[in-house]
Nanobody, 124 residues
Framework: VQLQACGGGLVQAGGSLRLSCAAS????????MGWFRQAPGKEREFVAA???????DYADSVKGRFTISRDNANNTEYLQMNSLKPEDTAVYHC???????????????????WGQGTLVTVSS
């Protein structure tokens, strides 16, 4: 599975961005999908995940502001980010293929496939 993330950019605090992650090689609906982010000098952290049954998990820091979704017809995963804050600034990575079958989606080690990152910068 190859993953291609895009949609990052520079936005003011309070603004919105939508990240996309296009998959090739396999059908997205077969996989749990996730988003992680890594800010400068910090470890990669969980943002959101959507399982094969479409159940979703969110980090507390983004709950109510971010929405993860998938378009199986277009083999694409999305992360809609609203009410952005400067602390959301990071490189965002999409991931696919939960090795635990969706049990440990908050762990980066649970994912088999990764896309390259897309930079999100939120100015104050």
């Amino acid at each position: 599975v190859q993953l291609q993330a895009c949609g990052g950019g520079l936005v003011q605090a309070g603004g919105s961005l939508r990240l996309s992650c296009a998959a090739s090689g396999r059908t997205l609906s077969s996989y749990t999908m996730g988003w992680f982010r890594q800010a400068p000098g910090k470890e990669r952290e969980f943002v959101a995940a959507i399982r094969r049954d479409s159940s979703k998990d969110y980090a507390d820091s983004v709950k109510g502001r971010f929405t993860i979704s998938r378009d199986n017809a277009n083999n694409t995963e999305y992360l809609q980010m609203n009410s952005l804050k400067p602390e959301d600034t990071a490189v965002y990575h999409c991931a696919a293929g939960s090795k635990s079958g969706g049990l440990y989606v908050r762990s980066s080690r649970d994912y088999a496939y990764w896309g390259q990152g897309t930079l999100v910068t939120v100015s104050s």
